[in-house]
């Protein structure tokens, strides 16, 4: 396993909830990682976000952790829920609010914190995007 | 580019009520494909958009596709 797909793997495994989209939490460059957060947004979930965009290896090795072939990417607890459709259906029918609690208790509010790291910083993994 | 899509989803999903492939741009790269099929009971949403992104695996890998929108339902 790489460096960067161990990083990769410890977001996945650390983070309550994170979005692998195209962009930031702040600048969305793409459709449907924007329409990934706002489901997140909608049920005032907090998140993390990694930018996929700096570096094409992140794509390729989140691909093969994941086996889901296409970003964005919304994990909760470490296990995938899905992409922007899935998301946004069960942040429309309730089951998101559900997968949350059933995942991580009543954590996952948290105020609807959200921020993006980076996973490419090998000396400081999981650092702030600024 | 949207008849390659739909004759891939056609012959993953024989006998399915509905497969409909929408060029979202008109520019060939941008789809929103749905399909409607009783090969999809009883799984999860994960799993039922995995079985299409299995059967369009060579024009994601490609990149003729772009952007993908995926509608899923049971034939219930």
């Known amino acids: ?130 | 580019m949207s008849e390659r899509l739909q004759t891939l989803l056609e012959d993953a999903f024989p006998g399915a009520r509905d497969v409909e492939v929408v060029d979202r741009t008109g520019g060939g790269d941008h789809f929103h494909v749905t399909v409607v099929s009783t090969r999809f009971a009883g799984l999860s949403l994960l799993d039922q958009h995995r079985l299409v992104y299995d059967a369009l695996a060579e024009p994601l890998a490609d990149g003729t596709i772009h952007e993908l929108r995926i509608t899923t339902r049971g034939d219930a």
């Open chain 1, 1 to 130: 396993m790489s460096d960067l797909s161990a990083r990769i793997q410890q977001t996945i495994d650390t983070e309550p909830v994170v979005a692998f989209i195209k962009g930031t939490h702040e600048q969305c460059m793409c459709g449907n990682s924007e329409r990934a957060l706002h489901a997140l947004r909608s049920v005032g979930a907090s998140f993390t976000a990694v930018d996929v965009l700096p570096d094409p290896a992140i794509r390729q090795e989140l691909t093969v952790i994941s086996s889901w072939p296409t970003i964005p990417q919304v994990f909760v607890g470490g296990e995938l829920i899905g992409g922007a459709d899935i998301v946004q259906e069960l942040a429309a029918t309730g089951e998101l609010e559900a997968k949350l609690n059933e995942k991580l208790g009543d954590s996952w509010r948290n105020g609807g914190e959200e921020r993006t790291v980076d996973v490419t910083d090998r000396a400081n993994p999981l650092r702030l995007v600024p």
